[in-house]
């Protein structure tokens, strides 16, 4: 049975992409008028005396042991031990709004929703997946993939996970794609996609032309009168190393193309801005025609998610990554880790150009934290296990015949004998 809140959540988003496209835990999900409702209303009117929330308070302010303050002095009990509300601090999200324009011009004028704080992206990809996806309602992606999203579609919603080959000819394969979304139009009346930019493990990302292509399909089968979901993982974004890259999230091209296209954009300062281990992400969603009031339907529906599962996100981090989003040097000192990543990708670039195998080609790579190999007539699990018992070098074996190095961790220097060691061991592996 539907619980009247979230019936009336259903009602207004009547007619949207998003109705269209809930799952049955998403339809079935609400934000409560309970104790963080409550509080929420409390902060507000209660002058006097605010009994809500369980936390110890002095004097209007969190207890707060001298053990921890004293590791973080420069923030208050509040920034620290408070709890932070459901869909996160207020301030931080209105940041990282403006960081999304900041980035996509092409959102300017383009009504989207304010981001929610989630405890990292995989998080966030996971409470999307439970309000848009169950077992009668796969997801579509890349083939390679992040291991992580099969655990997450397949084995914790029990959806099937359809796959569409990633390149052709050294380029995104647009054909492939266009076949897929076709094929989930057919078999189930709606399209959920789950792109990934620059893309893991390969190390991609699109060119505008490709890009152009994309939105061309996904706008095409909305016009059809098919409902569209298109998750853009922007987990790297920005981490580009070629001018020929669009520059520009997938979101701000899909964001107002179609009243049947709902655009959920999972992104955060986890890799943008170095800070991995603080477990932040946000998920931000559009689509045209939908209003505020609509929006903030959709955001109680995953702020229900989120009450229901972690409570809300760690305040801590939300804190560090305010201050740190304030500090004038922030952006300056950003650039200069992305600088030694270039350097990297340069060193490992030039590498892979002036080096032939007749067991492993390099997948295409311009972007991101990785680049990956596909193997020819070896396994790629041996490989890897070669590669670390015998030279102490750690590589992810994606699949049976995918490698893939995280370039991003490896010092320059040592970056020739890596690479050297890979080549001369793949030779090694198909002789035996």
């Given at each position: 049975?539907?619980?009247?809140?979230?019936?009336?959540?259903?009602?207004?988003?009547?007619?949207?992409?998003?109705?269209?496209?809930?799952?049955?835990?998403?339809?079935?999900?609400?934000?409560?008028?309970?104790?963080?409702?409550?509080?929420?209303?409390?902060?507000?009117?209660?002058?006097?005396?605010?009994?809500?929330?369980?936390?110890a308070m002095i004097a209007g302010?969190?207890?707060?042991?001298?053990?921890?303050?004293?590791?973080?002095?420069?923030?208050?009990?509040?920034?620290?031990?408070?709890?932070?509300?459901?869909?996160?601090?207020?301030?931080?999200?209105?940041?990282?709004?403006?960081?999304?324009?900041?980035?996509?011009?092409?959102?300017?004028?383009?009504?989207?929703?304010?981001?929610?704080?989630?405890?990292?992206?995989?998080?966030?990809?996971?409470?999307?997946?439970?309000?848009?996806?169950?077992?009668?309602?796969?997801?579509?992606?890349?083939?390679?993939?992040?291991?992580?999203?099969?655990?997450?579609?397949?084995?914790?919603?029990?959806?099937?996970?359809?796959?569409?080959?990633?390149?052709?000819?050294?380029?995104?394969?647009?054909?492939?794609?266009?076949?897929?979304?076709?094929?989930?139009?057919?078999?189930?009346?709606?399209?959920?996609?789950?792109?990934?930019?620059?893309?893991?493990?390969?190390?991609?990302?699109?060119?505008?032309?490709?890009?152009?292509?994309?939105?061309?399909?996904?706008?095409?089968?909305?016009?059809?009168?098919?409902?569209?979901?298109?998750?853009?993982?922007?987990?790297?974004?920005?981490?580009?190393?070629?001018?020929?890259?669009?520059?520009?999230?997938?979101?701000?091209?899909?964001?107002?193309?179609?009243?049947?296209?709902?655009?959920?954009?999972?992104?955060?300062?986890?890799?943008?801005?170095?800070?991995?281990?603080?477990?932040?992400?946000?998920?931000?969603?559009?689509?045209?025609?939908?209003?505020?009031?609509?929006?903030e339907a959709l955001t109680k529906?995953?702020?229900?998610?989120?009450?229901?599962?972690?409570?809300?996100?760690?305040?801590?981090?939300?804190?560090?990554?305010?201050?740190?989003?304030?500090?004038?040097?922030?952006?300056?000192?950003?650039?200069?880790?992305?600088?030694?990543?270039?350097?990297?990708?340069?060193?490992?670039?030039?590498?892979?150009?002036?080096?032939?195998?007749?067991?492993?080609?390099?997948?295409?790579?311009?972007?991101?934290?990785?680049?990956?190999?596909?193997?020819?007539?070896?396994?790629?699990?041996?490989?890897?296990?070669?590669?670390?018992?015998?030279?102490?070098?750690?590589?992810?074996?994606?699949?049976?015949?995918?490698?893939?190095v995280a370039f991003s961790s490896?010092?320059?220097?040592?970056?020739?004998?890596?690479?050297?060691?890979?080549?001369?061991?793949?030779?090694?592996?198909?002789?035996?």
């Amino acid at each position: 049975m539907i619980h009247p809140l979230a019936q009336e959540l259903n009602d207004t988003l009547e007619g949207t992409a998003a109705k269209k496209l809930l799952s049955e835990l998403g339809t079935r999900m609400y934000f409560p008028k309970g104790i963080i409702s409550q509080s929420a209303e409390a902060k507000q009117h209660a002058t006097h005396a605010n009994g809500t929330i369980g936390m110890a308070m002095i004097a209007g302010m969190p207890a707060i042991l001298p053990s921890i303050t004293k590791n973080l002095p420069a923030f208050n009990p509040r920034e620290l031990v408070a709890y932070a509300p459901t869909a996160g601090l207020p301030e931080l999200r209105h940041s990282w709004k403006q960081k999304i324009l900041e980035k996509n011009s092409r959102l300017n004028g383009t009504p989207f929703s304010l981001p929610i704080v989630v405890p990292g992206l995989t998080a966030g990809l996971s409470y999307i997946a439970d309000v848009f996806t169950d077992r009668t309602k796969p997801v579509l992606t890349a083939y390679p993939s992040w291991d992580n999203y099969a655990l997450i579609v397949s084995t914790r919603h029990d959806a099937a996970l359809h796959q569409f080959e990633l390149f052709a000819d050294g380029h995104l394969n647009i054909p492939a794609f266009e076949t897929a979304v076709q094929q989930e139009a057919r078999a189930v009346g709606s399209v959920r996609i789950l792109l990934n930019f620059p893309h893991n493990p390969s190390g991609y990302s699109p060119t505008h032309e490709e890009v152009c292509a994309l939105v061309r399909i996904i706008t095409d089968t909305a016009e059809s009168g098919i409902p569209v979901l298109v998750i853009s993982d922007d987990a790297y974004f920005g981490l580009t190393y070629e001018q020929t890259i669009e520059a520009q999230s997938l979101f701000a091209y899909i964001a107002n193309c179609h009243t049947n296209v709902l655009a959920v954009k999972i992104d955060g300062p986890t890799k943008e801005d170095f800070s991995w281990g603080l477990r932040t992400g946000f998920i931000t969603f559009a689509a045209q025609g939908m209003n505020d009031a609509q929006y903030e339907a959709l955001t109680k529906k995953f702020m229900g998610i989120i009450r229901s599962s972690v409570s809300c996100s760690a305040t801590p981090s939300q804190s560090i990554l305010l201050h740190a989003f304030m500090d004038p040097a922030h952006e300056e000192q950003k650039n200069f880790f992305r600088a030694l990543l270039e350097k990297r990708y340069r060193a490992v670039r030039t590498f892979i150009d002036s080096h032939h195998s007749s067991v492993l080609e390099a997948l295409p790579f311009n972007s991101g934290y990785f680049m990956s190999f596909r193997t020819r007539g070896i396994d790629a699990e041996k490989l890897r296990t070669a590669l670390l018992m015998e030279h102490g070098i750690g590589t992810v074996s994606i699949d049976e015949q995918t490698l893939r190095v995280a370039f991003s961790s490896i010092d320059d220097e040592k970056i020739e004998a890596v690479y050297t060691a890979i080549y001369e061991t793949a030779e090694t592996l198909s002789q035996n």
